[in-house]
């Protein structure tokens, strides 16, 4: 089935240094969706990204899709002991499913 | 607005004891509902998911079942719980006929089992 993989799987940053994690196929991708999961809690959807060579800014968080669609990632300029959590990507699913598959996540941790 | 709602928030239980997690969505109307499970540290394993009234399908064969009595009532079932069951249990939902199907998640049960 279609999978997406993540990496890396943590990242210890000290606060103020940039983070990045990243989300590949080897397929091609109709779309990737971004979701962060604070420690605790339960994922939430952060954004979807749909078209080829797509970036989108949320404040310090920059998200990027791949020329082929076959790769995304997720960049924090100046983590914040906020950004603290999971961060997963989520391709569509096998076989023209609609159901999402999310990568295992990648979980950053902050030192202040 | 959408909220789901999912109880009990924790749970500790025998192994060998029944099992039944509830999961309830308001605002919205026919959504599609999921169960996912993560284990500690791990990522989101899709365990059933329903396009409406008592259409199920599973995803990972298990000692779990699924059923969705009302339309925006999703129950998950266990007849005699594992150790292996233990996890973070998610309810989700997302809207029918959305191509891109952005998952919306309720907050979680966690399941411990001795």
């Given amino acids: 089935g279609q999978q997406v993989m993540q990496i890396p799987q943590y990242q210890h940053v000290q606060e103020g240094e940039d983070f990045t994690t990243y989300c590949n196929s080897s397929t091609t991708l109709s ?9 605790g809690g339960h994922p939430v959807f952060l954004i979807q990204l749909v078209k080829s060579g797509e970036v989108k800014k949320q404040k310090r968080l920059t998200f990027q899709f791949g020329e082929a669609k076959k790769n995304s990632s997720l960049h924090i300029t100046a983590t914040q002991t906020t950004d603290v959590g999971t961060y997963f990507c989520a391709g569509p699913g096998s076989g023209g499913s609609y159901i999402p598959t999310f990568g295992r996540g990648t979980s950053l941790i ?3 | 607005s959408q909220t789901i709602h999912q109880w009990p928030a924790t749970l500790v239980q025998p192994v060998g004891s029944p099992l039944s997690l509830e999961c309830t969505v308001e605002g919205t109307s026919n959504p599609n509902l999921y169960w ?30 699924a059923s969705r009595p009302q339309d925006r009532q999703f129950i998950l079932s266990s007849k005699k719980l594992l150790l292996s069951d233990s996890g973070f249990y998610l309810c989700a939902w997302s809207v029918l006929g959305n191509p891109y199907n952005e998952q919306f998640f309720g907050p979680g049960t966690r399941l411990t089992v001795l």
Avoid: C, D, T
């Fill in chain 1, 31 to 39: 779309n990737i969706q971004w979701y962060k999961q604070r420690p």
């Fill in chain 2, 36 to 65: 996912y499970r993560q284990a500690a540290g791990r990522g989101l394993q899709l365990l059933f998911y329903s396009v409406g009234i008592g259409q199920i399908s599973s995803e990972v064969p298990q000692n779990l079942s």
């Fill in chain 1, 110 to 112: 902050v030192h202040p």
